[in-house]
């Protein structure tokens, strides 16, 4: 698979990039493997507080996030293609496995909150896609808490593109599909798949939404709002 791609495991096992997407538009996506393989930072804290139950953490990565759901008392796994990063994981007390989203996966549709964040909502490269497949996993009254494209990009940005991973050296591997979006695109993409926006915040650099499935009680969705 492209992530097991030597440029992302030689990342992952250094705890640094240079790393990015490079796609077939010209782009290039730094990819911030040194915060990933750090402890949780302050716009990560403002995701976790807002987690409720059970948690699934997509694309979890080296696993800081599902290391600290953990350590909180919440029943938590990651799941990542990334052998390499489920091991990085493991190794730091981050419950996760080797699993992509769109494989089965344990309690489906008993998942109290998931997690797309670093990017993440791009899997695939067909948000609708991952939306709808979100959906099957998160439990009727769960919270999905996404990450969307930085500010300083357009809230409508829907970018559906080719990628490669490039450690600065050029691409490697195969090419993959992948998407960015923006607040407004993530929206108008969620409704179809029986999601609502329950607020949307910002911390430095980064934008969230968290969505709940329609007819999530308004108890639940305050707690999403508060991040209580």
């Keep these: 698979m492209c992530w097991e791609a030597d440029p992302y495991t030689r990342?992952?096992?250094?705890?640094?990039?240079?790393?990015?997407?490079?796609s077939t538009a010209?782009?290039?996506?730094?990819?911030?493997?040194?915060?990933w393989c750090a402890e949780p930072d302050g716009a990560d804290l403002t995701v976790l507080a807002r987690c409720r139950g059970a948690v699934l953490d997509v694309g979890c990565g080296p696993g800081r996030l599902?290391?600290?759901?953990?350590?909180?008392?919440?029943?938590?796994?990651?799941?990542?293609?990334?052998?390499?990063?489920?091991?990085c994981a493991a190794r730091?007390?981050?419950?996760?496995?080797?699993?992509?989203?769109?494989?089965?996966?344990?309690?489906?549709?008993?998942?109290?909150?998931?997690?797309?964040?670093?990017?993440n909502i791009?899997?695939?490269?067909?948000?609708?896609?991952?939306?709808?497949?979100?959906?099957?996993?998160?439990?009727?009254s769960g919270t999905l808490l996404v990450e969307t494209a930085p500010p300083g990009l357009h809230d409508d940005l829907d970018e559906h593109v080719e990628v490669?991973?490039?450690d600065g050296n050029g691409p490697h591997g195969d090419a993959f599909p992948w998407a960015r979006v923006g607040p407004r695109a993530l929206l108008r993409?969620?409704?179809?798949?029986?999601?609502t926006p329950a607020c949307t915040w910002t911390a430095p650099d980064r934008?969230?939404?968290?969505?709940?499935?329609?007819?999530?009680?308004?108890?639940?969705?305050?707690?999403?709002n508060d991040g209580a």
């Design 164 to 166: 490669h991973l490039d």
């Design 122 to 140: 791009g899997i695939g490269g067909n948000p609708a896609a991952l939306l709808d497949r979100m959906a099957q996993i998160v439990r009727p």
């Design 207 to 224: 934008r969230f939404v968290a969505l709940v499935r329609h007819g999530t009680t308004a108890d639940a969705r305050r707690g999403v």
């Design 26 to 35: 010209g782009w290039l996506l730094p990819l911030d493997v040194q915060r």
């Design 92 to 119: 730091t007390g981050g419950p996760a496995m080797v699993r992509s989203v769109f494989d089965p996966l344990p309690d489906e549709g008993r998942w109290d909150t998931a997690l797309l964040v670093d990017g």
């Design 11 to 22: 990342a992952l096992r250094t705890g640094r990039g240079p790393l990015f997407l490079r």
């Design 189 to 195: 993409h969620s409704k179809p798949a029986g999601w």
């Design 66 to 87: 599902v290391r600290t759901l953990a350590a909180r008392g919440h029943r938590a796994l990651g799941i990542d293609i990334s052998p390499e990063a489920v091991r």
